[in-house]
Nanobody, 123 residues
């Protein structure tokens, strides 16, 4: 098992940037594939970005070119660099982990979740 704790959320004006972090503890971090999800009020939780255990990345269309997912296996930490933020990016952001090598933005593929961190983008 792995435990996940997000940090780095906050409030920013449109066009600004934030970097989210997700610290992991427990199992062998490098063997996990990871993802960032978000949930806005009244909406379903959606996959934003993913990175498999080998470092291959994928993004949902709405954040492609603006967000960058990365990880540091030595620090057992996942990151999401968010640039050119828009008001529609406002949501609670969650990191998630699943054992093995896969690239997915589907909630069902990730059994382990953090508690979430709020990101608010004002216009």
């Amino acid at each position: 098992q792995v435990q996940l704790v997000e940090s780095g959320g906050g409030s920013v004006q449109a066009g600004g940037s934030l970097r989210l972090s997700c610290a992991a503890s427990g199992d062998t971090y490098s063997s996990y594939s990871l993802g960032w999800f978000r949930q806005a009020p009244g909406k379903e939780r959606e996959g934003v970005a993913a990175i498999d255990s080998d470092g291959t990345t994928g993004y949902t269309n709405s954040v492609q070119g603006r967000f960058t997912i990365s990880k540091d296996n030595a620090k057992s930490t996942l990151y999401l660099q968010m640039n050119s933020l828009k008001p529609e990016d406002t949501a609670v952001y969650y990191c998630a982990a699943g054992w093995g090598r896969f690239l997915s933005l589907a909630r069902r593929d990730f059994p382990y979740w953090g508690q979430g961190t709020q990101v608010t983008v004002s216009s």
